[in-house]
């Protein structure tokens, strides 16, 4: 027996495996007819697959910068006892005209003219004082 011999039968074989197992020009293109236009260029080509097994990325909504709101301004409470002035306005002599309400001395609704203000700041929510010392809250 020739060993050398039988190692030189062992490498033919092997390339003879090797080259049936690679498919012959004619098998490579029935393979590729067999992928439909996989081969062939289309204008939606550049979406197909592009999306497959893929999750979206999460979108964020864009983050507005935070507006502070303002407080509406604070109501003095009149204490108790304090006539109110509602629909009010100031005159030219420092004095203010309006409808009184909780007043002892007039009735409610009445319209009055005070004397003219000396303390205090002429806004709604606030508490002024006359020159004779009568107290009114601005409605």
């Not at 979108?59 to 507006?67: L, S």
């Not at 109110?84 to 409610?108: C, E, H, K, T, Y």
């Amino acid at each position: 027996e020739d060993v050398e011999g039988g190692d030189e039968e062992k490498k033919v074989e092997k390339k003879a495996v090797a080259v049936k197992s690679r498919p012959t020009p004619k098998q490579e293109k029935k393979a590729v007819s067999k992928k439909g236009n996989e081969g062939s260029s289309n204008a939606f080509d550049i979406f197909s697959g592009a999306f497959d097994n893929q999750a979206l990325p999460d979108r964020e909504a864009p983050k507005k910068p935070a507006v502070k709101k303002q407080a509406p301004p604070k109501q003095k409470k009149a204490p108790p006892g304090t006539p109110i002035l509602v629909n009010w306005r100031a005159n030219g002599d420092g004095s203010i005209s309006g409808q009184i309400i909780d007043s002892p001395n007039f009735m409610n609704g009445e319209a009055i003219t005070t004397s003219p203000i000396v303390k205090g700041t002429v806004e709604s929510g606030e508490i002024v004082q006359t020159g004779s010392g009568s107290r009114y809250a601005l409605d």
